[in-house]
Structures are given as structure tokens and as C-alpha cells.
């Protein structure tokens, strides 16, 4: 859907001005798509890179990079990629140079969190042949969301001189890497991040129903760590666009000159470190009983102001093939969690975005005797944190943004290869019968058998008690009157950020 606001009220006055001012959660942990791994380094990719594919509404996709695609099978694809694109250096965009992108963002030795997303287990060859502007991409292992994968914002192109200065590339300094509308003029930590359009960029998508008003010339990203803050900002005429994911949202309710839209698909659930040396480590009697000590409502109240909605996986209810059946997870029973947590040491850690579920959480298992520390800590460090493999932390108080908008994308959190060799599974433990199932599913095109394999998977990890799904974070973006946001389902894309006329 598009989000807008009228121009009454706090907003701009048509023509009064060519800058968006938008928060971020916290600093971009990197610049290089392929090495992403938090909302806010999403945001940047998306609005510093283009991908082959974009998401449109009603889960379809729409030529990015690409103008066609073709699938052969779950395994080979061909794309056509456009005519006349360039780099922010004036590279031409060549298959050649989608290809090498592409290449070294499968590569394992990179260790994209996209990865295992867009193409599994397997490995892809990319071959370009720049004489009929085509890249086919052959995959090892049947991966039936290829193309949808190719849509994330880690899968974005980098150009040529983004690859030769890998150090210059993530430092956001490699100036003719960027292969989206912006590039990256002004980098404060903990300030501002200023974005500036290109001149004569003109590789929008096109999306079926056209965006309204005009690309910003400049973008500035404040990061903002506390959702009052931004609610205050936003009220102030600071902020243009801001996310809101608390109370907060109530400031807004029935002020004209702001519009707003929720999205569901961020859940939340612990998934615990079962890596040696840790205390839940080939121990699932001991993480039963610490789904036993809490109760997701009370923290889906916590995080969401009352807003969110237990769940029964680690994907949303929205989601095709989510589990439904309640009596797969462990009822809560505080008494015979005390039984078995009574002196246990535990290491909690979360991003501050979920400070109160994360204190929730910790204040639990104190009460059923555990010895528990609770670390919060900002989006960037959070995720470096638990995708960096070791036996620091015990449990992950996990917000899962699922940009794919399919259950694959939040069982591989919990299964599947883990992160420190280029997966996405936090866990440590792979599961190869829950992400047998997954691969299974993947592998095929007809819609019941998948469900019938991915329901199996959701029962391993289940039954496993890898991970205890909490609830839905509902967020709500925030646009002020004049400018303009689509949100496609349940994604909101930050590269269709307007200004109307």
C-alpha cells in the first residue's frame, strides 16, 4: 500500500523542499549489501544498490537490474538484464558485471546472511554473456525461491569499484560502487548518514501501480535508538518518516497531518546457542523448561504496547505452511521450570529495541531460580553478536525481520547452515532432519507437498525446543504530511520514499 500524508498541517508545502528526513534504529554496521545482517544496514543497501528483482504488492516481483526472468526448473534461471544502466562512477551495467556481484555474494568464503536465503545449502554458478545481456545462474541444489531471494537487499549489485576496495566498499568510501539511486555523501556515526540522488538516475521499477510524487535529492538518516524519541521528532516536524514500534504509535491516533501503516512481519521468539560450552548445549529437557517459565503473552504486551499476537512458529500467522497446531510447544508450568532451572547459569542477550521483552524474559527465569544476566544492545552489535558463532551468550532474545515474506526465511534462523560459516541459523546446531525437510520443500513446486515438508520441519525444531516462538512486533511507519512510503504486503521498501507535488 502507499502511505501518505496530505500537505495540511506539519508537513512541507508543494515544491517547499527536495530533502526526507528518516530515522534509523542505530548505525549501519556496513555498507557492503552482501555483508548486511540489521534493519538499518537493509535500509542502506536498498537505497545504495539495486537487485536483479523488486517485490510488488500481492507478493509478486517486478524487474529491478532485470527486465525478464525465466525459470527452467527450480535449479537454472536466465535473466535479461536492461539496457543503458550505469554506476554512480558511469560504469556501464553490464551481465559481466551483474555476474561478477552475484558471484562473490553466493560465495560461502563471503558469508552473506542472504545467502542461504536466495539459494540454500548449494553453490550457483553465474555466466554472463554480455552479446545477448543475459545471466544464467545454475544452481547445485533446487532452490525454488531463487528469484525471490534475489529480491534482498544483500543480493544488491555491486559495481566493479566496490569490488576491487572490498575495505572502501563497507566503509561506504568506494564512490563509484553504488549501483542504486543514491550514493553515500555524508557519514557521521551516531549523527546522520546523508544520501544524494543521482543525476539522471532512471532505473526505477516498474511497479504496477506507479509511485506518486518525486525522489528526494537528499535523504538524511538520523539513527534514533528510542521510540519516543522518534514519535517526539516526527511531531515536531524533525523526522518526515519514522518506524514506531510501541505505546508510542498512540501519539499519532487521529492526527490528520500524519498517515500510518502497520506491518506484521517481524516476529519474535528465544533461540538458544546449543554450540559447545554453553548451558543449553545437548540439553533439551533444560530448554523446555525455560519455554515452561514464560508466558508470550505477557511479553508480546510488553514490546508491542499491547499491539502484537502470540504465534505458534517462528514465522508470522500471515505466512503460507505456518504451523497452527498449539500442541506442539511446551504449555508453560513455572513449577517444574523451577525444578529444572534452580541455580543454572544464563546469558541473555537482545537488541534494545526489545529492552522490556528482554528484561521480561530475564526476571522470569530469576524467578524459577536460574542466574541470569541480561545484555541489550544496539541493532548493529546485537547482530554481529549472535551471528558470530562462540559460546558468549545462551540465549537470543530474537526479532527476525522476514523481507522475503516466506516461512523458509524464519526457519533458517533455527536451522540449516549456521552463521559463522555463512548460513543463517543462530543455533549453532544444524538439524540436518528439519533442514531435510526444508530442502525437501524447496525442491518442489507443487503448494501442498511444501506445506506437508515444511510443516515437518516446524515440528523438528519444535519438538527440539531449538527455538520458543514468542509473538508478532507489529511496526508502524510514521510519514508526514507531503511525502510518501509504499509498503508492498507486509514490506516496507525505503527506495520508494517520495516527495509529492
Not at 508491542?304 to 500442541?327: E, F, M, Q, Y
Request: glycine content about 10%; aromatic content about 6%; charged content about 15%.
Amino acid at each position: 500500500m502507499a502511505l501518505v500524508a496530505g500537505l495540511a498541517g506539519c508537513g512541507v508545502a508543494e515544491g517547499a523542499t527536495d530533502t526526507i528526513n528518516m530515522s534509523l534504529n542505530t548505525d549501519p554496521a556496513t555498507f557492503d549489501p552482501a555483508l548486511a545482517k540489521g534493519g538499518d544496514d537493509f535500509t542502506v543497501a536498498r537505497l545504495l544498490f539495486d537487485t536483479l528483482v523488486r517485490k510488488d504488492a500481492g507478493n509478486t516481483l517486478v524487474g529491478g537490474i532485470a527486465s525478464k526472468w525465466q525459470a527452467e526448473d527450480a535449479a537454472h534461471y536466465t535473466f535479461t538484464i536492461r539496457g543503458g544502466l550505469t554506476c554512480s562512477d558511469g560504469t556501464p551495467i553490464t551481465p559481466s558485471v551483474v555476474a561478477a556481484s552475484l558471484t562473490r555474494f553466493a560465495a560461502k568464503e563471503t558469508g552473506s546472511s542472504g545467502r542461504t536465503l536466495a539459494l540454500g545449502s548449494g553453490t550457483a554458478t553465474f555466466t554472463a554473456d554480455d552479446k545477448t545481456s543475459t545471466v544464467k545462474a545454475a544452481l547445485s541444489v533446487p532452490w525454488s525461491d531463487f528469484v525471490t531471494g534475489l529480491t534482498l537487499p544483500q543480493a544488491g549489485i555491486v559495481c566493479p569499484a566496490g569490488l576491487r576496495d572490498l575495505k572502501g566498499l563497507a566503509a561506504g568510501k568506494a564512490a563509484g560502487a553504488f549501483s542504486g539511486p543514491y550514493t553515500l555523501t555524508s557519514s557521521q556515526a551516531a549523527v546522520s548518514y546523508q544520501l544524494t540522488l543521482r543525476d539522471g538516475y532512471a532505473a526505477w521499477p516498474a511497479f504496477a501501480k506507479p509511485l506518486e510524487g518525486v525522489p528526494a535529492k537528499q535523504l538524511n538518516l538520523t539513527p534514533i535508538t528510542d521510540y519516543a524519541t522518534i514519535a517526539t521528532q516526527l511531531l515536531a516536524g524533525s523526522l518526515d518518516v519514522g518506524v514506531v514500534s510501541d505505546e508510542n504509535v498512540a501519539r499519532f491516533d487521529g492526527d490528520t497531518r500524519f498517515s500510518t501503516s502497520s506491518a506484521a512481519n517481524t516476529t519474535t521468539y528465544l533461540l538458544f546457542n546449543e554450540r559447545p560450552g554453553t548451558a543449553f548445549a545437548d540439553r533439551p529437557e533444560l530448554r523446555a523448561a525455560v519455554a515452561q517459565a514464560i508466558d508470550p503473552q505477557t511479553f508480546s504486551d510488553i514490546i508491542s504496547g499491547k499491539r502484537g499476537s502470540t504465534i505458534l512458529s517462528v514465522g508470522s500467522a500471515k505466512l503460507p505452511c505456518v504451523n497452527t497446531d498449539r500442541s506442539l510447544l511446551v504449555p508453560q508450568d513455572s513449577a517444574a521450570a523451577a525444578k529444572k532451572l534452580a541455580g543454572v547459569r544464563v546469558r541473555i542477550v537482545g537488541t534494545t529495541l526489545l529492552q522490556g521483552g528482554n528484561d521480561y524474559i530475564g526476571e522470569a527465569l530469576r524467578n524459577a531460580g536460574a542466574n541470569v544476566s541480561v545484555s541489550s544492545l544496539d541493532n548493529a552489535n546485537w547482530a554481529t553478536v549472535t551471528t558470530a558463532g562462540g559460546s558468549d551468550w545462551d540465549i537470543n532474545v530474537q526479532g527476525d525481520n522476514n523481507q522475503l515474506g516466506t516461512l523458509t526465511s524464519s526457519l533458517l534462523r533455527v536451522m540449516g547452515p549456521v552463521t559463522e560459516k555463512g548460513g543463517r541459523n543462530k543455533t549453532g546446531s544444524v538439524n540436518e532432519k528439519g533442514y531435510g525437510f526444508v530442502t525437501q520443500a524447496m525442491s518442489v513446486t507443487d503448494g501442498g507437498g511444501r506445506c506437508a515438508a515444511l510443516q515437518s520441519a516446524q515440528k523438528s525444531f519444535l519438538q527440539r525446543v531449538d527455538a520458543i516462538p514468542l509473538a508478532t512486533l507489529p511496526t508502524t511507519t510514521v510519514v508526514a504530511g507531503g511525502f510518501a512510503i509504499r509498503t508492498f504486503d507486509d514490506y516496507l521498501d525505503p527506495a520508494t520514499l517520495r516527495i509529492l507535488k
